[in-house]
């Protein structure tokens, strides 16, 4: 009887278990960040660079540090291939974006996006409990290659956390060019 139990139990958490996190590394489907009601960009666009979509609430004070943390490394990184998009999601966030981006003094593109539409690209359920900020972080392939949420431990040092994947990622380009063999001339 404790054997079954316990057969049920495991069986059970193994099945709730793939609802918990998406599976990372996965390519990252396309995604468009909705910067005015005529104006997007595409993700795809981003290809070729390191690319942090970040995920967030405009009233969430977590979310404003870290939008000011991004836009610095955006400074720093850019020209090394870096690339943040943002998607604000919660209500009325359409009317609430160009003021975020106003205080914040952010350069790169900031959007907004409906709850359900930033769940399935995250490969989440509707029903999950979700923290923000939501950081994603995409290869120079198009794969999504790390995936942290607001209540990961992550972010109880998220700058250097964050720095040390950018870095990571932007390394990885040259390292593969460096390993290719170079072509003899005759």
């Known amino acids: ?20 996190a998406a599976t ?21 666009q981003y290809r070729g660079k390191v690319v942090l979509l970040m995920f967030f609430l405009t ?3 977590h979310c404003q540090t870290t939008s000011e943390l991004v ?17 604000a999601f919660n209500a009325n966030a359409e009317a609430l974006v160009p003021d975020f981006v106003r205080t914040y003094g952010l350069t790169f593109p900031v959007g907004y996006d409906q709850r359900d539409t930033v769940y399935s690209y995250l490969d989440r359920q509707a ?11 995409i290869d120079r392939k198009g794969v999504i290659r790390h995936q942290h949420f607001g209540d990961d431990a992550f972010f109880r040092n ?4 964050i720095r040390a994947l950018v870095e990571q990622l932007l390394r990885e380009l040259g390292a593969a060019s460096r390993a290719r063999p170079r072509k003899k001339t005759p």
């Open 1 to 20: 009887m404790i054997r079954t139990n316990l057969a049920l139990l495991l069986g059970g958490l193994l099945c709730v278990a793939p609802l918990q």
């Open 24 to 44: 990372v590394p996965r390519p990252s489907p396309e995604y468009a960040v909705k910067l005015s009601a005529q104006k997007q960009v595409l993700l795809s």
């Open 59 to 61: 009233t969430c004070p």
């Open 71 to 87: 836009e610095r490394l955006n400074k720093e990184y850019g020209p090394r291939g870096f690339q943040p998009l943002a998607v």
């Open 127 to 137: 029903t999950q409990r979700t923290f923000v900020p939501i950081v994603t972080f």
């Open 158 to 161: 998220q700058e250097a956390n």
